[in-house]
């Protein structure tokens, strides 16, 4: 059941009592900064470091010659844990790109390092290099597979369902190198007692950075400890633990004293993750009463020069719309660039950009209204996978979000709609992201304090802004029958019980249904217990209707008065607390039945001043199916925060790298713009709430990434439809008018 509850954790954060990473003050705790390298390509021929280490408040200066040996880390997402990069920091003297790790230096003071770190002498042998995807001399290659999901995909006759459509489309879409510029710069402080490290660190995934750690260092689980209770912003870019981590476990060790490291915000747009540039080719053919035979979809993007990401673009065109024939490709060049990484919505986010604003070209070459052609193609299975969807309400989505938006006042054409010299335009586009499910185990403690009875819930999982601490007090509270104060939620912590990355949309899904078990599993116990011991429940043994348990306190539905507090059941067991388990397994979008996905709509306004080029957003109206939702007001927030992320996609956002020396020109939140309130309009956003119990025993998917996408197609249709120059190169920007 849902409940509309303010966070949980709201006031610690706005009193600033919340401690994030670099918040957490030690004794004695030494101050390192990280060295960049000055050139994209190449090799480091000397670093002299001695007019560093003369410098007063100077322990430590840490380079690829004194580093020392760490131990093999995992390549892989599969193996629990994933560094950014298969190259160790500081591994050897070879430049894969301009701001790579070459030192460490490690001071008294912030400002003794800094200082410190600006001197050290650094000598290159440097190599030509290339941070351009228009390069077409640059080696490609074609990636079989992403995350265990085929890439290359050939289904029907393509070329002869292409070549018989009475209509047919070929447009290419850029979307840009992007960052997930969280406000919380990534921040480590580590420091080791005897042979164990502790360290806090700003993550989405404690037990991912564990078992990289523990690899690193090649140490038992049981002697690393990793904390993070509180991550200001992820959205991607803190699932992979990063070097800074390493290294402050590093010099902490060799100095038996804390280190704390931060990076600056050109280190982190420059040495963290980012979404690749994407380049997509789409051609679909269809009939004249707008039955789509055909799509193809053709993806460019680029990972770094020692490892492989690839970004899957075309992961919503293969099942998004009935399609008779349909084939994809990825091909990958690699750049001198940061190994790039997951961002929000990682291919749904661009891939939803080039084939909703392909939908929105079609429905103006058939004359057909864009939510209509989008509803003649609507798929009741998954045509990539061939499964149904387990539960689908993406109609409805359509028809509530056209009526909330007035969809039906829209002049169909463009350029008709005006107010003075302002040109209006109306926009939409399909949004849809996967169910997953990844895993968790989850404990919840019944037992009495000072204040009374009181349930604790406890599991490793991150809360990165998100509201995971609201909704796993709400889930408890609803399951128990105990007002939500009296639910304290402990996360964030590598010693609780185990806990998938806080990514993918799946936290919620993973570790409702498991503290609901856990839950279920106390409420047989106490009735156990009130079987063998309180007057009126003798011989009770089965949890079933006829029992209340509300306020407290269990009762026979047939006699309410009779009721019993749980804290006299624990008395009268003579232990001091119950405490039970829950777990869920991985689903990762699909199982052998079902297909899970989580779809919606978005509509959106724009105005535009032609003769200064100005576009403002200045209406969405979005409606999401995303199973049942159990925590209205975080949810809503979500939905937002994902929508002025597509906001930022569409108008502002990209990362640019200058092609002399390799480095992000406008590695500062003054030079890489993301949305501030003038840029977000009044947001209508609203949800049909069915749960899909085929998914989970709560009937929950994820709404942390769906928001984002198709966004930014919506806002680029809406120009079209207000201007008749239809962008199909992201950000919109005054100098591509």
């Known amino acids: 059941m849902a409940t509309t509850l303010n966070r949980v954790d709201g006031r610690l954060k706005v009193t600033g009592a919340a401690q994030y990473t670099a918040e957490f003050p030690f ?63 500081l591994e050897d003297s070879t430049i894969f790109y301009a701001g790579q790790y070459v030192a460490l230096v490690v001071a008294e003071t912030l400002e003794q390092a800094r200082h410190a770190a600006a001197i050290l002498e650094i000598a290159y042998d440097p190599t030509p290099s290339c941070v351009s995807l228009d390069d077409i001399s640059l080696a490609t290659f074609l990636p079989e597979q992403a995350n265990g999901d085929p890439l290359q995909i050939s289904r029907g006759d393509f070329e002869t369902a292409y070549a018989s459509s009475a209509v047919r489309l070929a447009e290419t879409y850029i979307t840009p190198t992007e960052h997930p510029c969280a406000l919380e ?134 099942m998004l719309y009935q399609a008779g024939s349909y084939k994809s490709s990825h091909e990958v060049v690699r750049l001198n660039v940061m190994n790039p990484s997951w961002m929000r919505a990682p291919g749904e986010a661009p891939g939803q950009f080039a084939l909703e604003s392909a ?5 103006y070459r058939l004359n057909i209204d864009p939510i209509e052609l989008r509803r003649i193609n609507h798929a009741s299975v998954n045509a990539h996978t061939g499964k149904p969807f387990s539960s689908k309400h993406l109609l409805e989505c359509y028809e509530r979000g056209a009526e909330r938006f007035r969809w039906a006042t829209r002049e169909p054409q463009p350029r008709s709609m005006r107010v003075g010299n302002t040109l209006i335009g109306y926009g939409t586009a399909t949004a849809t992201y996967p169910g997953y499910l990844m895993g968790a185990v989850v404990k919840v403690t019944l037992a009495t304090d000072s204040t009374g009875i009181r349930a604790t819930v406890s599991t490793a999982g991150s809360d990165a802004g998100t509201g995971m601490y609201t909704m796993l007090a709400i889930t408890a509270a609803n399951s128990l029958g105990l007002p939500v104060d009296k639910v304290t939620v402990q996360l964030g912590d590598s010693r609780l019980t185990p806990c998938a990355v806080a990514g993918g949309s799946n936290l919620t899904a993973s570790t409702a249904p498991a503290s609901n078990d856990a839950c279920l599993e106390i409420k047989r116990e106490l009735l156990k217990i009130a079987s063998h011991t309180a007057d009126g429940f003798t011989g009770a043994h089965t949890l079933g209707d006829e029992f209340l348990f509300a306020d407290g306190r269990l009762a026979h539905r047939s006699n309410p008065a009779g009721s019993i507090a749980y804290s006299d059941l624990l008395k009268l067991s003579g232990r001091p607390s119950i405490e039970a388990q829950g777990q869920t397994t991985p689903i990762f979008g699909q199982n052998d039945k079902y297909s899970f996905q989580s779809f919606g709509a978005h509509f959106v306004e724009v105005r535009v001043i032609e003769e200064i080029c100005r576009v403002s957003v200045s209406r969405i109206v979005s409606v999401f199916d995303c199973g049942g939702i159990l925590s209205p007001k975080t949810t809503r927030s979500q939905f937002i925060g994902g929508i002025v ?93």
């Open 27 to 89: 004794p004695s705790t030494a101050y390192g900064v990280l060295v960049g390298s000055s050139i994209s390509a190449g090799s480091i021929r000397s670093i002299d470091t001695s007019a560093a280490r003369e410098l007063p408040g100077v322990l430590l200066v840490l380079t690829h010659e004194n580093r020392g040996k760490l131990g093999k880390m995992p390549t892989t997402f599969a193996e629990g844990g994933l560094p950014p990069e298969i190259r160790p920091p």
């Open 185 to 318: 710069p990534h921040a480590s402080i580590a420091f080791w007692e005897g042979d164990s490290l502790t360290i806090h660190n700003a993550t989405q995934w404690v037990d991912g950075d564990l078992t990289v750690l523990t690899a690193a260092f090649q140490l038992p689980p049981e002697k690393v400890r990793v904390l993070c209770p509180f991550t200001g912003g992820m959205f991607g870019s803190k699932a992979a633990t990063p070097a800074n981590a390493v290294l402050a476990a590093l010099a902490a060790r060799k100095l038996r004293r804390p280190v704390k490291v931060v990076l600056s915000r050109p280190q982190v747009l420059t040495n963290v993750g980012h979404r690749t540039e994407t380049v997509q080719h789409l051609e679909i053919g269809a009939q004249q009463d707008g039955t789509i035979l055909a799509i193809r979809h053709d993806v460019r993007t680029h990972t770094s020069i020692g490892d492989e990401f690839v970004e899957p673009a075309a992961i919503t065109s293969r």
């Open 359 to 363: 939908m929105d070209e079609l429905a």
């Open 645 to 737: 992320f597509g906001i930022g996609h569409a108008l502002l956002e990209e990362l640019t790298y200058d092609p002399q020396n390799g480095r992000p020109v406008n590695a500062d939140l003054a030079g890489y713009l993301v949305p501030v309130h003038a840029d977000v309009p009044e947001i209508d956003v609203s949800w049909i709430d069915e749960p899909d119990y085929n998914f989970n025993s709560v009937g929950c998917r994820g709404v942390g990434e769906i928001g984002i996408t198709g966004v930014a197609a919506a806002i680029a249709n809406a120009v079209f439809h207000a201007t008749g120059l239809r962008f199909r190169n992201l950000p919109i920007t005054p100098g591509k008018w």
